[in-house]
Antibody, heavy 121, light 112 residues
């Protein structure tokens, strides 16, 4: 049973870079076809898909965030990471990592518990 | 980007009564493989979302059969045949046809 756990600073200063890591346990990140994804939720708001990465390093980003966003994967550590630069208060959110896809699309079945990141001025 | 629109925003329900949530997409989610790339998720308070349905009508493991997902193209519906207290939360649809994936705004289901 794959499990995901987000980690990273809970407080980031405005204009700096937000960095989060998702550690995958109970399975390998290097399985073909899975989309290792970041989804965020601003306080009191809905879900916002941010980006995903394949284990090969291929990435797809949100249209609104792609100029500030970078995803990476470390197969040796079974982790994938997010970096969001030039953050503002609008980037304050709970950031979830999730696993989706497979041989065919079968939804985001596995989610981390979420990491609250607050951007301070 | 594909825009997802859900209605209603809020849905007060009586236990044991049926409930229905609508989700519409700004373009067809029907792939040429015959599948509609539409998921449904439920987010209970303080928890990450949980998958209810994928590809429109495929129930995720562990989801009670009082839940059903239907629709095709641009119009989709999530139905609960008899609402139970544990069904409260915010329901989201999400399109997975093309990147960026996009969510609907959510429907909050609460018990009257």
């Amino acid at each position: 049973q794959v499990q995901l756990q987000e980690s990273g600073p809970g407080l980031v200063k405005a204009s700096e870079t937000l960095s989060l890591t998702c550690t995958v346990s109970g399975g390998s990140i290097s399985v073909d076809g899975y989309y290792w994804t970041w989804i965020r939720q601003r306080p009191g708001k809905g879900l916002e898909w941010v980006a995903y990465i394949y284990y090969t390093g291929i990435t797809y980003y949100s249209s609104s965030l792609k100029s500030r966003l970078s995803l990476s994967v470390d197969t040796s550590k079974n982790q994938f990471s997010l970096r969001l630069s030039s953050v503002t208060a609008a980037d304050t959110a709970v950031y979830y990592c999730a696993k989706g896809g497979g041989a065919f699309w079968d939804g985001y079945r596995v989610w981390g518990q979420g990491a609250l990141v607050t951007v301070s001025s | 980007d594909i825009v997802m629109t859900q209605s209603p925003l809020s849905l007060p329900v009586t236990p044991g009564a049926p409930a229905s949530i609508s989700c519409r997409s700004s373009q067809s989610l029907l792939h040429n493989n015959g599948n509609n790339y539409l998921d449904w998720y439920l987010q209970k308070p303080g928890k990450p979302p949980q998958l209810l349905f994928y590809l429109g009508s495929n129930r995720a493991p562990g989801v009670p059969d009082r839940f059903s997902g239907s629709g095709s193209g641009t119009d989709f519906t999530l139905k609960i045949s008899r609402v139970e207290a544990e069904d409260v939360g915010v329901y989201y649809c999400m399109q997975a046809l093309q990147t960026p994936l996009t969510f609907g705004g959510g429907t909050k289901v609460e018990i009257k």
